[in-house]
């Protein structure tokens, strides 16, 4: 039940109890129903394609105007079946045909056709391209006059005569002039698309009539789309929409993921990749569409493919380290797929590892709700499949869930005496309907149970249909305690009755048992996933203020050595970068001479550590440049000389520039030693490492992965996955160690890594002293990007946005007494402040006119994207849209407080309450930063009391705005908002009336930054 409690305070973000929730839904639902309940909702007259209009990719999936453009290609059954689909398609948009090559095999195929591209009426939504490659690029400029918005780089566009080489080359430039021209592609090599729904078949190996569903199927691979669409038809499993991406050039899975994530009609989005693209926008987009889709992907683990190329990868975990960070670094190695799966991880994407689970684990999601936890419990009439499932639970990370002493006591009177009361929970082959309905009872009210598998083998006794019927009879209360439930009633002619009755009471029903068990961890996983998103953090570095200044001053420390035609730091300045950061290192110092270190070592307190000073040898010891545990005066003396002599005699005079001196760290048997360090990935930036430290790092290999920037709940859940991290907590409990100071310090360290991603190629912070009196930083190294190879602009940005602290800003208020504010972007430690604020806006549009209180009100309108204008129309009637907008909002606070800063900043306004002395929101504003409106940036905000600050607070936003190349702003607010309109005039917005009661404002942004 707690976890049960724990999981609605996270998911359920609208009002404080979920049954109020639940209530307030029903009644809006209620409302929707009354005003359009005899026709379906269009996606085109949606409030959010009102204020965007329509979708870019709309082009593809929902085209008004298609042309198909037919060059120098062999007149084969694909091209006549490509152009059928298009025939068919005829009711939902106008056909046109250009058939360039004047050869007359094509005259019975296309007996109405234009000559050139020039003759095809404009504009065109969708053109499909049928040609040879060198052909395109011709084809594509005259399309770019007939205003085509969308272009198809279909699998018949042939390459006879060229190269890869040449080829790969020649649709790059495709690409490019594609982009010049605003046109999106999808290609190349694309079998095409489908829109299930509308019957939209643009493909030329696809001729049937396929099922409309709620999933959509994005793939690189054409025959795999053929074989699942067959596949479909036998299994009665209907797809929302299909599309072949092909190469990538230009739509990619971001768009993709976006459109099907706005489609009301799409609730799953399935993914065969072969590679993910660009992984900032992949992760952006799913981490934005995860939480109210379910995204599934299953990609290659072994292979690398690029452009149909495959190559062998290593996969045994080990990728390679870069050579020139082999020798002065000590950090463990990761291939690709590791780093996907972090990818995968922190965007809320549930990877698979075979076409089935795909399919069985969408099937579920669909029909069953996620399970709470890992702990399965199994029930079962027969030994072995029951053993059988739970190996498989285990092996793949789940649990079985234990038995409390009154569920035992209650199975115990089911079960025959000779069998014991424990999970997997074995009836005997005499099991009847009966049993297995008290038993699951039972069950029900077992608080560690997250899920049950029921298994069923046809023998004697067994009572498969009856036990069907209690099972179908029990469903929907499983359902509702948020547990799955599972079967696997293995037989066939026995059981085809009992079985379809779990099909249609909407329960899975597995062939064998340790498939159910395979799904079950992929279940729970998932949930873990998508909880990960949006776990509030605790309330984490609260300097948000000084992060802008210790940033630039790290900036100027990395820049300065860089100039100097240095890569790696010494100990001494990367330590000083992790101070600046906050994060503790032993007091460290350099002696020039013999009695300087004398008196630096007598100051710091003997015992002392003596270390070669030198900007260009790296390992120290190699020279004999360490001198460990020194007692005394005389021992620093001899120390410093053994050092200098050997240095000059090994390696030259010239490369010692001193001793490096800390206080030998007192290490008792209570202290562990771990390891911290981060390398660059080409794909995805900056990756941190977290494990066991010390001298046998190497030895042990225990580390985890995660992508930067991490906050207190991220740095947790990745040094969880670390054995080392079991002996930190076990030291918690008996020593009172602070494991919250090393997740300070993993944060921090996080901070520095996705700041500097320009600057730092790798570091290595091994090892951390960690004991119940001290976190300590022994020893550092710190690795730049050389500046004859990299530019900053060249360096692989982080996979996630880290904080943007260059858009915090103090404001000292006006001189009418409004008080000095702190504007920055929220962060994920605001959700509760952030609620507390909507709960007083809330309660503020509750009073009636005659209260005594008169509060100002700034308010865009924001409602839900399925709310239609006419909807609208009803609503601002008696104002109704306010309380559905703030109500909007308030289920939204966790989303907006973990919003990817790629897609949308939001802007909070903060100052010290007088009563409570704490900080407290006065106001927000946001803006979208999404490319798919054509960078227009969306902006709604809500700002209380003070006309001076919803001014600042927008001319803010116009600053950012600018700053991200966003070219227009806009929004729309009701025209009784008289406030609002005056504030828009004020900051230069232009206004225009929009239905009834609408107005949108916008703002024009040159390219060059000004107004």
């Known amino acids: 039940m707690l976890k049960l409690l724990r999981w609605k305070c996270t998911a359920d973000l609208t009002v404080v109890t979920w049954r109020e929730n639940l209530k307030r839904q029903q009644s809006f639902r209620a409302f929707q129903h009354s005003v359009h309940s005899s026709t379906e909702q269009s996606a085109a007259d949606s409030y959010q394609a009102f204020l965007v209009g329509r979708q870019e990719l709309d082009a593809f999936f929902r085209p008004k105007h298609v042309a198909l453009i037919v060059g120098n290609l062999p007149n084969d059954k694909k091209l006549h079946m490509l152009w059928k689909n298009l025939q068919n398609g005829t009711k939902l948009f106008s056909l046109e045909a250009a058939v360039l090559d004047r050869d007359e095999k094509f005259a019975n195929m296309f007996t109405d056709r234009a000559e050139r591209v ?15 490659v060198s052909q395109v690029e011709s084809v594509l400029h005259s399309l770019a006059k007939k205003e085509t918005k969308a272009l198809l780089l279909s699998s018949l566009i042939t390459c006879d005569k060229l190269s890869t080489k040449e080829t790969q080359s020649a649709f790059r430039e495709i690409a490019s002039i594609a982009s010049q021209h605003q046109i999106r592609l999808i290609g190349a090599d694309s079998l095409g698309i489908l829109n299930c729904r509308t019957g939209l078949n643009v493909s030329s190996s696809l001729s049937r009539d396929y099922l409309p569903g709620q999933v959509a199927l994005l793939s690189q691979s054409g025959s795999l789309i053929c074989s699942l669409l067959d596949w479909s038809i036998k299994e009665r499993f209907g797809f929302s929409g299909v599309a072949d991406v092909g190469t990538l050039l230009n739509v990619d899975w971001a768009d993709l993921i976006h459109y099907f994530g706005n489609d009301p009609h799409t609730h799953s989005i399935l993914i065969y990749a072969e590679n993910i693209g660009n992984v900032r926008r992949f992760l952006s987009a799913a981490r934005e569409v995860a939480v109210s889709k379910r995204i599934m992907l299953i990609k290659p683990y072994k292979l690398s493919i690029s452009s149909k190329t495959v190559s062998t990868r290593p996969t045994s975990g080990k990728g390679a380290i870069p050579k020139e960070l082999k020798g002065p670094l000590d950090l463990l190695s990761f291939d690709e797929n590791a780093v996907l799966d972090e990818v995968f991880r922190r965007s809320g994407v549930l990877r698979v590892e075979s076409v089935n689970d795909l399919f069985l684990t969408a099937r579920v999601l669909a029909h069953q709700p996620r399970p709470l936890g890992s702990k399965l419990t199994i029930v079962s009439n027969a030994g072995g499949p029951g053993y059988l499932a739970a190996d498989q639970v285990i092996a793949g990370g789940g649990q079985l869930s234990s038995l409390s002493p ?11 005496s000779h069998l014991p009361t424990i999970n997997p929970i074995d009836l005997s082959g005499n099991a009847s309907a009966s049993d297995y309905k008290q038993v699951l009872e039972a069950c029900l009210e077992n608080e560690e149970t997250d899920g049950v598998l029921v298994i069923l083998t046809p023998q004697t006794m067994t009572q498969g249909t009856e036990t069907a019927k209690v099972l179908a009879d029990m469903s929907m209360e499983w359902r509702e305690r948020h547990k799955p439930l599972l079967t696997s009633f293995m037989g066939g002619k026995e059981l085809t009755e009992a079985q379809e009755i779990l099909r249609n009471a909407q329960i899975p029903n597995f062939a064998f048992s340790d498939t159910a068990a395979s799904v079950w961890n992929y279940l729970w996983r998932y949930n873990e996933y998508l909880e990960s998103l949006y776990q509030v953090p605790d309330s984490g570095l609260s300097e948000v203020a000084y992060w802008k200044e210790s940033q630039r001053t790290a900036e100027a420390m990395l820049r300065s050595i860089q100039k100097e035609g ?10 000083k970068l992790l101070q600046i950061y906050q994060i503790p290192v032993v007091d460290t110092r350099v002696a020039k001479e013999e009695e300087e270190a004398v008196e630096i070592a007598k100051e710091l307190g003997f015992p002392v550590v003596l270390k070669l000073h030198s900007e260009t040898i790296i390992h120290k010891s190699e020279v004999g440049g360490v001198k460990l545990n020194l007692t005394s005066s005389e021992a620093v003396k001899h120390a410093f000389r053994s050092i200098r002599e050997s240095c000059g005699r090994l390696r030259g005079r010239q490369h010692f520039q001193g001793v490096v001196i800390y206080r030998m760290i007192d ?17 995805a930036g900056p990756v941190i490492q977290f494990g066991t430290g010390g001298n046998l790092v190497h030895v042990y290999e225990d580390f985890a992965i995660a992508l930067p920037p991490l906050n207190s709940h991220l740095a947790r859940q990745m040094m969880s996955r670390t054995k080392i991290y079991g002996a930190l907590v076990a030291a918690r409990r008996t020593l009172g160690l602070d494991t919250r100071k090393m997740e300070e310090i993993v944060e921090r360290f996080s901070r520095m890594v996705t700041e500097q991603a320009s600057f730092v190629k790798a570091c290595e912070i091994n090892p951390i002293i960690v004991g ?16 004859n190879k990299h530019s900053p602009h060249a360096a692989p940005t982080p996979a996630i946005r880290p904080y943007p602290s260059e858009y915090v800003f103090s404001w000292p208020g006006d001189s009418m007494g409004t008080p000095p504010f702190l504007i920055r972007p929220v962060r994920p430690e605001d959700v509760h402040r952030f609620k507390r604020f909507m709960e007083t806006i809330r309660k503020l549009t509750t009073k009636n006119d005659n209260s005594s209180l008169e509060t100002k009100l700034w308010m865009t309108v924001a409602l839900p994207e399925d709310v239609s204008l006419k909807m609208f129309e009803t609503m601002s009637e008696k104002s109704r849209w306010k309380d559905i907008t703030l109500q909007r909002l308030y289920e939204r606070v966790v989303s907006i407080c973990h919003a990817d800063y790629s897609t949308s900043i939001t802007l909070v306004a903060e100052t010290m309450d007088a009563e409570s002395g704490e900080m407290e929101f006065h106001g927000f504003a946001t803006i979208s930063l999404r490319r798919d409106t054509k960078d227009e940036g969306i902006v709604s905000f ?42 828009c005039l004020k900051v230069g917005f232009q206004m225009t009336k929009q239905g009834a009661h609408l107005h949108k404002a916008t703002k024009s942004l040159d390219n060059d930054g000004r107004e």
């Open 667 to 683: 290490k008792p048997r209570d202290t562990h030693e771990v390891m911290l360090g981060s390398m660059i990935d080409m794909q």
């Open 118 to 132: 020039e003759d095809l009426k404009g504009p065109i939504d969708l053109a499909v391209i049928a040609t040879h």
């Open 406 to 416: 009154q569920v035992s006591s209650k199975i115990q009177k089911v079960l025959p």
């Open 566 to 575: 240095r890569s790696l730091l010494t100990e001494v300045e990367s330590k």
């Open 942 to 983: 809500v700002v209380r009391e003070n006309n001076s600050l919803a001014s600042e607070l927008l001319r803010r936003l116009t600053f950012i705005a600018k700053r991200e190349n966003v070219s227009k702003m806009t929004f729309l607010f009701h025209e009784k908002e008289t406030l609002l309109e005056n504030l």
């Open 772 to 787: 119940p009196k001290t976190i300590l930083v022994a020893d550092a190294r710190v690795w730049l990007h050389e500046i």
